[in-house]
């Protein structure tokens, strides 16, 4: 039961855990081993798979301490198919923000899943999102010269049109 639970959500988590961290292999790995472990020890708990990944997430981010200068490696999001601006875009938020967005916009994961992750509801949560993404398109508008390309780009992009429209 332990090795399917990995199985099911370590892929995924570790890909939130890299994009929360901004590239920090090394931090993200050791974030999502150790959300995986603890949720193992806990997985008759965690049974339904949208509650459990927003359990391990709200561990995730709850541990995730960033530091920009150690371990950033923009290299890794940009094989994810981030590009340099969206980075440093993403650099300029903080870990709440980050974390909302990447449930929200790139996971798509149920708003009650959001809400979970990041510790706030109603309109606290809205406020968070919106600052989120206004704070990630400004930063964005004054890195970058051309619109992004890739997966990633392409739900922000979707993002910032509902933002701004």
């Keep these: 039961m332990k090795a399917a639970f990995r199985d099911l959500h370590g892929r995924r ?3 939130f855990a890299l994009l929360l961290t901004l590239g920090d292999r090394p931090g993200a790995a050791r974030l999502a081993s150790e959300a ?3 949720g193992a020890l806990r997985v008759d708990e965690l049974r339904h798979p949208e509650r459990a990944a927003a359990w391990l997430r709200h561990r995730v981010v709850g541990r ?3 530091d920009r200068a150690a371990h950033v490696d923009a290299r890794v999001l940009l094989d994810l ?3 340099e601006a969206l980075v440093i875009a993403f650099g300029s938020l903080g870990r709440l923000e980050r974390a909302a967005l ?3 916009t790139v996971e798509r994961l149920d708003r009650r899943d959001v809400a979970s992750i990041v510790g706030r509801e109603g309109s606290s949560l809205d406020r968070l999102l919106r ?3 206004e704070r990630l398109m400004r930063a ?3 890195t970058s010269a ?3 390309d890739g997966p990633i780009a392409a739900r922000v992009q979707g993002l910032a049109r509902r933002a701004m429209g």
């Design 36 to 38: 995986l472990t603890a």
């Design 146 to 148: 051309e619109p992004p």
């Design 131 to 133: 600052r989120a993404r």
């Design 102 to 104: 990447i449930a929200s």
């Design 140 to 142: 964005y508008a004054e």
């Design 81 to 83: 198919g981030v590009d």
């Design 64 to 66: 995730a301490r960033i």
């Design 13 to 15: 988590l570790h890909g």
